[in-house]
């Protein structure tokens, strides 16, 4: 397939087909609400200098226990867009919906695991560490905060760490004690940004794996940002393709028939490579309009 034929069609053979965006996109059945839409989002941040527009009109929709990607270069976005979604950052344009109800700012719904290593309060144990925004949160009390706190650390094979503190543990040990913490929330939405990013290549390998299974397990709706092709292949079943900045919606494909098992075949290795032809085609007119 030529570089051509994609900008053309903004599509893969099947099954990694890519839903075409803007005014001719297909409206979604009424039968499959989304879970999560973000409608025409476009995302701003100040400089000294001046206003920078980090993404441009984005949309997307996100359903029940989808685990999708938001790909791209850096400075594409996509973490804004997380924030975005989290509610952290108010759009400039166009607007989020969780459950059909704009989204106004951050909750419980919607939980975040960050890249960096020090997210956990370094005076609470691993245990209180996944019990605090329960408790906080008055979603339970603290008996059966605990209770739940446990059965997390259980599922991530960290349950005989609970009483020590996080200075004690490897970078890969206190992301899964993050990921128990967000997950014992109950979270309409798991957003992940860069969670593996800092980790080295076997225990980043080791954690996509430990995360597939808790998905298995738990069903979960998982929003996760990346700038590696490759993880966005093995973790996603649905990859949003960013353009570089600002970013927006080069395509959208359908990434389900792979998996951790699949890396290094062929048909990985082609998809890898069309995606990256695809996220850095060359800037057609409509895209430079935006940026002047």
């Known amino acids: 397939m030529t570089a051509a034929t994609l900008r053309t069609t903004r599509a893969f053979a099947p099954p990694h087909v890519a839903r075409p965006h803007g005014p001719s996109a297909p409206a979604a059945s009424a039968d499959f609400a989304a879970l999560l839409q973000v409608q025409g989002l476009s995302l701003e941040y100040a400089t000294a200098q001046r206003v920078v527009r980090a993404t441009h009109r984005v949309s997307f929709d996100v359903h029940e226990a989808d685990r999708f990607v938001l790909l791209g270069p850096s400075g594409c976005g996509k973490s804004t867009l997380l924030k975005a979604v989290g509610g952290f950052i108010a759009p400039v344009e166009g607007e989020v919906k969780l459950d059909g109800r704009a989204v106004r700012g951050p909750g419980p719904d919607r939980i975040v695991v960050f890249q960096e290593f020090d997210q956990l309060p370094p005076w609470k144990t691993v245990k209180e560490n996944v019990m605090f925004p329960l408790v ?3 979603t339970l009390g603290r008996k059966e905060a605990a209770e739940r706190a446990l059965h997390w650390l259980d599922r991530v094979g960290l349950a005989r760490f609970a009483d020590v503190h996080p200075h004690q543990l490897s970078g890969g040990m206190k992301q899964r004690v993050a990921i128990a913490r967000a997950l014992a929330m109950q979270p309409r939405v798991l957003l992940m940004d860069e969670p593996f990013a800092a ?5 980043r390998r080791k954690m996509q794996e430990e995360l597939l299974a808790l998905w298995e397990e738990a ?4 929003l996760f940002v990346t700038h590696s092709i490759e993880e966005a292949l093995v973790v996603g079943n649905r990859i ?3 353009s570089p900045h600002p970013g927006r919606m080069r395509a959208e494909i359908n990434s389900h028939d792979f998996g951790l098992a699949s890396q290094g075949s062929a048909q990985f290795q082609a998809a890898a490579q069309r995606i990256h032809d695809l996220l850095f085609e060359p800037e057609t007119a409509a895209d430079a ?3 002047s």
Do not use: G
Not at 199 to 203: E, I
Not at 219 to 222: A, P, S, Y
């Open 289 to 291: 309009q935006v940026q």
């Open 240 to 242: 949003a393709l960013l």
């Open 136 to 138: 906080a949160s008055r």
């Open 219 to 222: 069903r979960f709706t998982l």
């Open 199 to 203: 980790l080295d290549a076997l225990t």
